[in-house]
């Protein structure tokens, strides 16, 4: 893997065209007294080295097609207690970089580094700290000018050109996401094999974790949704703590992270294995409605052309239902369906759940790309509400997938969770 680091570290300087480029990784994070969250990178430094310790940053020398990273030194006594560092000359070797130093010697060794300089670029105002430290180095270079030595006067925000190159996967990424993907769809159907009335949200949560842990994904790619009921009507409901009741629908949304890439999927089903006459109503549109999303994506497929489709059938699927009342044209004009549908179609995927990339280009939709992935997840929630039919009160129902866009078409590689609800149904017999 570390020589396609090494490509895309190439590619991005040709990119930067000259001059020179700062990336930090991600700080650890302190949750309570000495206790720390889960270390986890910057994305974009992932993304072009592959090196997981923190306190690292990473220099580009586009114009001599350099890499330079600074890192902490070996620690014969901080290994003992939080194990191995490479250190600058063991992490050169095994990650490729032209030169390494010492972390601490940052500050001394950039303004040399950046003295006649055409052009510097790095993650422009994303960190006040470091905009503050580069500012620094800039300072120590202008002070040269009168030996004759120019300071940087081109500046560029890093974050857009790395965006860019992100939302293309290259043939390792993809083999990564679909592991991701494979792992993540197999939880939900254990998940689903799990499920019992009287039992806990927390319970089926802990099968998923179980199974990301099991096949070496130590963590979820973001707090993972385990919603029975009206929690279903909580975009974002990750309390999991509540009784499973005979009669509700369970709204799963867990995806694993594995080599650093997410996978995303939302299953929703019965508690008792049996959808009921409503829940299969509205369960049956918002399926069509994933379906018509995925018939949408192939390449030259603009950006919107997915989410155009799922809404068509899911306003059509809401009129039919009598949760709404007038055209579906009018609906659409007037957004009324957002009382039940109040979110996007989907997201690209990637080292980040919400992926970089923009979906504009100059104001204009942008068109798929193969090696592009991308999630497409519509739902509908219907909270409790004198308008709407009773028997549809607090039903949530989200559907997700993870999509590959390919040469001819594109490639749902989360479909090993089944979906259809006759393929729910047997699995939860089965039970
Ligand atoms: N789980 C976050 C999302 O589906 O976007
Ligand atoms: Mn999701
Ligand atoms: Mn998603």
Known sequence: ?????????????????????????????RRNADTHYPYRGDSHFLYLTGFTEPDAV?????????????????????EIWDGFRHGPDGAREAFGFDEAYPLAELDSRMPDILSGRSQLAWPLGRDAAFDARVAGWLDAVRARFRLGIDAPDRFADLLAPMDEMRMVKDEGEIEIMRRAGRISAEAHVLAMQATRPGGYEYQV????????????ARFPSYESIVAGGANA???????????????????????CELGGYAGDITRTFPVNGRFSGPQRDVYEVVLAAELAAIDAIR??????????AALRVLVRGMLDLKLLSGSEDGVIESQ????????????????????????KVDGQWRALRPGMVTTVEPGLYIRP???????????????????????????????????????????????
Request: glycine share 10%; charged share 25%; hydrophobic share 40%.
């Open 299 to 308: 390449p030259g497929a603009l950006w919107n052309a997915a989410g155009d």
């Open 233 to 255: 009507c909580v975009l974002h409901y990750v309390g999991n703590s509540a009784r499973l009741a005979d009669g509700d629908l369970l709204l799963i949304d867990a995806g």
């Open 385 to 431: 509400d004198d308008t709407v039919p009773a028997a549809f009160h607090n039903i949530g129902i989200r559907v997700e997938d993870d999509v590959l866009v390919t040469e001819d078409g594109c490639d749902v590689y989360t479909s090993a969770a089944p979906k259809r609800i006759e393929d729910i149904e047997a699995l939860m017999a089965a039970r």
């Open 58 to 78: 990473l220099v580009l020398d586009a114009d001599q097609g350099r890499s330079i990273l600074f890192c902490r030194e070996k620690n014969l006594e901080r």
């Open 205 to 216: 949560e802990a099968e998923i974790l179980r199974h990301f842990i099991h096949n070496g």
């Open 1 to 29: 893997m570390y020589q396609s680091h090494a490509e895309r570290r190439a590619r991005l300087m040709r990119t930067l065209g000259a001059g020179v480029a700062v990336l930090p990784t991600a700080p650890e994070v």
């Open 336 to 359: 009324d369906y957002r009382r039940f549908y109040m979110h996007g179609i989907g997201h690209m995927l990637g080292l980040d759940v919400h992926d970089v990339g923009r979906r």
